[in-house]
Every structure is written in structure tokens, then in C-alpha cells.
């Protein structure tokens, strides 16, 4: 069955940086268009960042020129490298599959303060 676990989340100080992975299993990887998607607390979940099989990707504005997705098909995962980190971007990241079918990971916490 198609499972979403992702990893690299933490705390980390106002201008630091993190790196989230998503681990894919469970379906044809490589032909996936992939997402992140965060929630803030008392917030609803929003997209973060999105990636094609062919690796194109596109960005929330806000995230923009600080956020890089990425995947590497090989090793069925994708990736999410967070620089410049402000507070708000604390919340809970998911790794997201669209589809017939939405397939949603675990999450995992990314929490910015000083």
C-alpha cells in the first residue's frame, strides 16, 4: 500500500535552515507529482511547494526563493530544503500524493524560534 513517512524536522532558530525528506513507498515514484503541505497551529493546512516526475517545480509566494523542493526518483524521495527559516514557518509539514486517491504522511514538526 502507498505509504508517506517523512523526516527532518525540528527546531531551529530564525534565519537557520532544515531539510525535510519524504520517504515513498507503495507506488511508480518517479511518475508522481509530489507535494508539501504545512499546517500553522489554528490554521488550515496550506501548499507549500510541488514537484512533477520531470522534476519541474512551483512554489507558495511565500516561500519562494527561500524553500527548494526536490526528489531523487532513485531512492523513491523527495526532499524539501528550508533556508532563511522565519517563525512563521513553524508547523506541521506533510508530504502529499494527489490523485484519485489523496495520500497524506504523518507529518513532521518544524518549529522556527529563537
Known amino acids: 500500500q502507498v505509504q508517506l513517512v517523512e523526516s527532518g524536522g525540528g527546531l531551529a532558530q530564525p534565519g537557520g535552515s532544515l531539510r525535510l525528506s519524504c520517504q515513498a513507498s507503495?507506488?511508480?515514484?518517479?511518475?508522481?507529482?509530489m507535494d508539501w503541505y504545512r499546517q500553522a497551529p489554528g490554521k488550515q493546512r496550506e501548499l507549500v511547494a510541488g514537484i512533477t516526475g520531470g522534476s519541474s517545480a512551483d512554489y507558495a509566494l511565500s516561500v519562494k526563493d527561500r524553500f527548494t523542493i526536490s526528489r531523487d526518483n532513485a531512492k523513491n524521495t523527495m526532499y524539501l530544503q528550508m533556508n532563511t527559516l522565519k517563525p512563521e514557518d513553524t508547523g506541521v509539514y506533510y508530504c502529499?500524493?494527489?490523485?484519485?486517491?489523496?495520500?497524506w504522511g504523518q507529518g513532521t514538526q518544524v518549529t522556527v524560534s529563537s
Open positions: 502529499h500524493r494527489p490523485g484519485l486517491i489523496d495520500y
Open positions: 507503495g507506488f511508480t515514484f518517479s511518475m508522481a507529482t
